[in-house]
């Protein structure tokens, strides 16, 4: 094998021990991130002394005018999954190509997401997740037309595909309450300002069940569970911690959640219902048959495609607003308050 002379961005990180996005923003000159002086010094001095040579921008972003780029939280969440399958199978109709990137959440992802998104100068972008950085999105959205598929924070200027998070916990609420429950335990992913929809979801239920109580980890706990699972086993955990204090009912703030809540009371022998959020897949196994609230996730994702494509085709102005109505599934993990049993 030859040996490889052209010195890259993996290189400079490893010799002075920095992350290789650092480097790459830095050397890009990214105005959306800052980084200490003796950091830019540092790599900057380093790029130089090892010859490395900027790769020029060739044409391969001439076909991105018929690319849409979908920018999403986490591909392990099968939420996101089933969303993006349907974005990609309503965009293959027009032969229109789908680009996903995963931010995880991460301020650093975001902002370099907004770099890139700059220099692609996509047809169109779909938001799965509020993001944080509003207004760089605001600017964005008057060069690239932009979608947001769930909650929208209030000022972000785009065209949404929204949920009422209210109305789904209130309806999941008024289920349990109807089967005789009265303490709820609520377990959620980081709760913050920005996640919209998992601290309206609570207080939905929490609207018709007072007695709800909510459990989450920090953001540094939830990091250290393994990606691919990050969800269900935040779900596991803190369900093992109150065990003790025999609550009726235990809803996840989505789907994963709640199969992690499932898999620690069949491991304790603890019979209790057990609700979620999203309807992914997984939920309706027979071995499962969880209680879901379903919110018309692939059709989002169709529509989103279609308003994304007409407004390449037109000079529309107006923003456009949907709202898809929460339904409740209702299945085995449900049940009647009498039926519960613990150890």
């Known amino acids: 094998m030859g040996k490889r002379n052209k010195v890259t961005t993996r290189d400079i990180a490893k010799a002075i021990n920095v992350s290789q996005s650092t480097v790459s923003m830095i050397l890009s000159d990214n105005k959306n991130v800052s980084f200490k002086e003796e950091t830019v010094k540092l790599v900057k001095k380093t790029a130089k002394q090892m010859g490395y040579k900027k790769p020029e921008v060739k ?63 996509p047809c169109g972008i779909i938001l799965l997740y509020p993001p944080k950085f509003v207004d760089e999105w605001n600017a964005l959205s008057k060069q690239i037309p932009c ?84 969800e269900y086993e935040n779900g596991y955990r803190l369900t093992k911690q109150i065990l003790g204090d025999k609550y009726d009912a235990y809803i996840g703030n989505n789907d994963m959640t709640a199969l992690g809540i499932l898999a620690c009371l069949k491991d304790h022998n603890i019979k209790t219902s057990v609700a979620g959020f999203d309807n992914i897949p997984e939920t309706d196994f027979p071995q499962i048959q969880l209680t879901t609230v379903d919110h018309g996730a692939c059709e989002k994702g ?42």
């Open 59 to 121: 044409k391969r972003y001439s076909n991105t005018k018929n690319t849409i780029v979908v920018i999403c939280s986490n591909l392990s969440n099968s939420y996101y999954s089933m969303v993006v399958s349907s974005i990609i199978q309503q965009a293959n109709k027009t032969k229109t190509q789908i680009l996903t990137i995963s931010t995880l959440r991460k301020d650093e992802l975001e902002k370099h997401a907004l770099s890139s998104l700059k220099l692609l100068k």
């Open 147 to 230: 979608i947001i598929i769930g909650d929208k924070p209030k000022n972000l200027d785009c065209d949404s595909i929204e949920l009422n998070s209210f109305k789904c916990g209130n309806l999941l609420g008024n289920h349990l309450k109807q089967l005789g429950h009265k303490k709820i335990a609520y377990i959620s992913s980081p709760l913050d300002t920005t996640e919209i929809g998992r601290n309206e979801r609570y207080e939905g239920v929490k609207s018709v069940i007072s007695n709800t109580q909510v459990f989450f980890s920090s953001s540094k706990q939830f990091d250290m569970y393994p990606i691919e699972k990050r």
């Open 302 to 343: 169709k529509e989103a495609v279609d308003i994304l494509l007409e407004q390449t085709k037109s000079e529309r102005k107006r923003i456009v607003h949907m709202e898809y109505e929460p339904q409740l599934i209702i299945r085995l993990s449900t049940f009647n308050r009498k039926k519960s049993s613990s150890q």
